[in-house]
Structure formats: structure tokens, C-alpha cells
């Protein structure tokens, strides 16, 4: 079963940034859909953003669009969340999952996920 391990997560600033990094270790990412999603305490868990296979297709929420970039290196097998301006409404935990041969969703529909890693902006 693919296994998917966030990292990067931590505590920054708001108006700073943080890149989060989703890899596997045992499966080749290449046919794989990629999703970013997070969770913040007392709310349900939304999709942040998404990557095709390819990298030709992303996709984002409203709440990032512009902050936000999501990007693959399938040499290095991982996928990468750069977030910029950050604010406090961005602390989360933010989790990766991913699906095989399937369109970019921002929608809960995703077969593996990771454990997550924990965002917190604040000053």
C-alpha cells in the first residue's frame, strides 16, 4: 500500500512562508494524482490543492489562490506545497493524498494519505 509522508510543517510568522514536501518511499508517485488538504481544530477538512500525474493540471482553493503553489518532482518522487503569505486562518494540520489515474480534485476522494504536519501561523 503506497505510504505518503508530509514534512515541512512547523511555526512561522504571519506573512512568512513554508514549503511542505509529500514523498513516498516504496511506490513511484508517477501515475499518481496528488491532493494537499488541511484540517484546523473543530472544522472538517478541506482540499487546499491538487496536481495531476503529468503536472499539467492544478487546481486550488479560493482561500490560497495566488498565496499558494503546488508542484512535483517525479525524479525525487515528492510533492511540493510552497505556501507565501501565510496567515492565521492557514494554521492547520495539512495532509497529502493520493490517487491513482484519476482527474486533479480538491473533493475528499483520495485512496492514501499521510499523517500530516502541523501549520501553525501566528506571531
Known amino acids: 500500500q503506497l505510504q505518503l509522508v508530509e514534512s515541512g510543517g512547523g511555526l512561522v510568522q504571519p506573512g512568512g512562508s513554508l514549503r511542505l514536501s509529500c514523498a513516498a518511499s516504496e511506490f513511484t508517485l508517477d501515475y499518481y494524482t496528488i491532493g494537499w488538504f488541511r484540517q484546523a481544530p473543530g472544522r472538517e477538512r478541506e482540499g487546499v490543492s491538487c496536481?495531476?500525474?503529468?503536472?499539467?493540471?492544478?487546481n486550488y482553493a479560493d482561500s490560497v489562490k495566488g498565496r499558494f503553489t503546488i508542484s512535483r518532482d517525479n525524479a525525487k518522487n515528492t510533492v511540493y506545497l510552497q505556501m507565501n503569505s501565510l496567515k492565521p486562518e492557514d494554521t492547520a494540520v495539512y495532509y497529502c493524498?493520493?490517487?491513482?489515474?484519476?482527474?486533479?480534485?480538491?473533493?475528499?476522494?483520495?485512496?492514501?494519505w499521510g499523517q500530516g504536519t502541523q501549520v501553525t501561523v501566528s506571531s
Open positions: 493524498a493520493a490517487a491513482m489515474f484519476r482527474l486533479c480534485s480538491l473533493l475528499n476522494e483520495y485512496d492514501s
Open positions: 496536481i495531476s500525474s503529468s503536472g499539467g493540471s492544478t
